[in-house]
């Protein structure tokens, strides 16, 4: 059994890289149509970005909260690339019985590359390693016994979005909306459901360029 689990994983692990190799060789591409007037692309501060996702739901028997903040460059008015963490807590009532209650934290480490064909559509792949624990409390009097679970999850998220206000290199600030699914075949991913169907992510966040003054958002 251990043999398989291991064998399992490294197909996951493999089948991740393929399709971070495909799309971050997509981005190079892309990124080769930046002239360079015969000079070597250097490092530009101003290129830089930070900014982040904010997960806000609730409802009757269910409540979500989370941030996901990020630092990244963007390479040229085609590409952005960037790294963060992300921490999510969900809190779920009545899950088995009337009475009982679910606390689930997922947080861990992400990247994430951004393709921008035209400045307002992107499509992007999103890598997120889920660190999850879960504390099951069990209704009052009920003579069950509460539990504790830790396990983990690769998730590769692929998808696209709208964006507005991104004017690489006059202006960097944006907001975005996406929609994205896990490709991965993990099966602790915290984006599929019972019957192992990607479920679709839905996100909206804010890019605040660093060090832009004004001579850099003047034509």
Known sequence: MLEKYLIEKLVDMKKLLLVFVVFFTSAHAFAQYEETDGKKPLFKKENCFTGGTVTLSFGNLFTALGASPFFGYSINKYVDVAA?????????????????????????????????????LFAQAQY??????????????????????????????????????????????YYYISILWDVANSPNSPYKDNLMRAVPIFRAGYNIALFQGRGNQER
């Open 128 to 173: 997120e390693f889920n660190l999850q624990r879960v504390n099951y409390i069990v209704p009052p009097n009920s003579g069950l016994i509460n539990d504790k679970y830790k396990f983990d999850a690769h998730s590769l998220l692929i998808g696209g979005g709208i964006s507005g206000g991104r004017d690489f290199p006059f202006n960097n600030s």
């Open 84 to 120: 963060g963490f992300g921490i999510t807590y969900i809190s779920q009532r009545d899950y088995f019985y009337i009475g009982d209650k679910v606390r689930q934290t997922i947080y861990g480490p992400t990247a994430f590359v951004r393709l921008f064909p035209v400045k307002f």
